[in-house]
Structures are given as structure tokens and as C-alpha cells.
């Protein structure tokens, strides 16, 4: 199964000239993917907010420390879709990523 992000990725990235009919914004693009999902069924009785978000905000120190350490990464893409449901501490996350040059 594929996952969103996974054709985001190729949108972004996929490169020309392979004979598969596509070709990403940037070819020379280095994509980490940090699959952050839990229990995205909000219909399932096992659906949490808390643990929707926990995950998603582990994914997000994930991504700082990478940056700290030394990794080139300029751009995010989390695909929230509606803008101000995330949590304060996602928030913060995201904000404290704008600081570090992180888009």
C-alpha cells in the first residue's frame, strides 16, 4: 500500500527520462521520509488524539535532531490539511523548525 507521502515524494523528486512517464519539481532532490501516522482512522474505536499526535511529534524532534546533527534538511511537507487542530507542543515543534531554517 501506498501511503500520501508517497506520491508527494514523487512529485517532488522522480526523475526524468526513465520510461515511467513522470518526472519530479528537482531531480536531484534528497528525500528522508518519516512516516508519522497512528491509528489515522478517526472511526476506529482505537483512535486516540493523544497518540495521533504524540507520534506526530515525535517524528518532528526526530527531524530537529537530524538538522542538529548536521543534515541538509530545508523543507517539510506534512500535509496537515487543516491548519490549527495540531497540538501546542506540534505547534511549537513547527516553530522552533521556521527558527533552524526549516520551511
Same mark, same amino acid.
Given at each position: 500500500m501506498a501511503y500520501h507521502g508517497t506520491g508527494i515524494a514523487g512529485i517532488i523528486g522522480a526523475v526524468a527520462n526513465n520510461g515511467l512517464g513522470? $518526472?519530479?519539481?528537482n531531480w536531484? $532532490?534528497?528525500?528522508m521520509a518519516i512516516r508519522w501516522d497512528a491509528n489515522l482512522d478517526s472511526s476506529d474505536p482505537g483512535f486516540s488524539h493523544a497518540r495521533y499526535w504524540s507520534v506526530n511529534l515525535a517524528a518532528w524532534d526526530y527531524v530537529l535532531t537530524?538538522?542538529?546533527r548536521g543534515v541538509n534538511i530545508r523543507v517539510t511537507s506534512g500535509s496537515y490539511g487543516q491548519r490549527g487542530l495540531e497540538s501546542l507542543a506540534v505547534r511549537d515543534a513547527i516553530e522552533t523548525a521556521g527558527e533552524e531554517g526549516i520551511l
Open positions: 513522470i $518526472a519530479g519539481l536531484q $532532490a534528497r528525500i537530524m538538522k542538529r
